[in-house]
T-cell receptor, first 109, second 114 residues
């Protein structure tokens, strides 16, 4: 079966660092996407990990451990505009991407 | 600028009516998708199309229909057979197979049954 677990909500303070965890169990795995989605808007691409390890892109970094079925998204120097939902999405190949329910992040002043 | 356009942004439907949601892209992407998003749930795949005149059912295709007569266009019809159509509908496109390119999403259509 397919299962993706990520926390429903998180709260952090402006300027801080937050880590959003995701564990997954999928039949087949080619890589893992993270998307950001502001309320009522379209998801936007943040990162894609294929190999184990940490990939850094500005204030955002994403980590993958394929053997553990685990990924996290790390957001540094949080800004108010980072308040959004973050979707963990394993790509199982072909045209199949499985989306988690998302983690709603609230950034407070 | 290239992108993907969905219309309308908000749509109200009476029970028993069919409605069609528009999706157009000018990214020259081969693959297009329709997802449904409900509160507290992940995006669920309704239909996808790899190429013109071809489309495949996703996980929740019942009560929906699509067509792909042009590369740029992938409209979704929500039929009266769909028992719970109120949701946020997202259209997406990608280079074939997505790979590490990810999806480009439209801004969505919020459908409400009244």
């Amino acid at each position: 079966g397919q299962n993706i677990d990520q926390p429903t909500e998180m709260t952090a303070t402006e300027g801080a660092i937050v880590q959003i965890n995701c564990t997954y169990q999928t039949s087949g795995f080619n890589g893992l996407f993270w998307y950001q989605q502001h309320a009522g808007e379209a998801p936007t691409f943040l990162s894609y990990n294929v190999l184990d390890g940490l990939e850094e892109k500005g204030r955002f970094s994403s980590f993958l451990s394929r053997s553990k079925g685990y990924s996290y998204l790390l957001l540094k120097e949080l800004q108010m505009k980072d308040s959004a939902s973050y979707l963990c999405a394993p790509y199982t190949g072909g045209f199949k991407t499985i989306f988690g329910a998302g983690t709603r992040l609230f950034v407070k002043a | 600028d290239g992108g993907i356009t969905q219309s309308p942004k908000y749509l109200f439907r009476k029970e028993g009516q069919n409605v069609t949601l528009s999706c157009e892209q000018n990214l020259n992407h081969d693959a297009m998708y329709w997802y449904r998003q409900d509160p507290g749930q992940g995006l669920r795949l309704i239909y996808y199309s790899q190429i013109v005149n071809d489309f495949q059912k996703g996980d929740i295709a019942e009560g929906y229909s699509v067509s792909r007569e042009k590369k740029e266009s992938f409209p979704l019809t929500v039929t009266s057979a769909q028992k719970n159509p109120t949701a946020f509908y997202l259209c997406a496109s990608s280079r074939t197979g997505q790979g590490n390119y990810g999806y480009t999403f439209g801004s969505g259509t919020r459908l409400t049954v009244v």
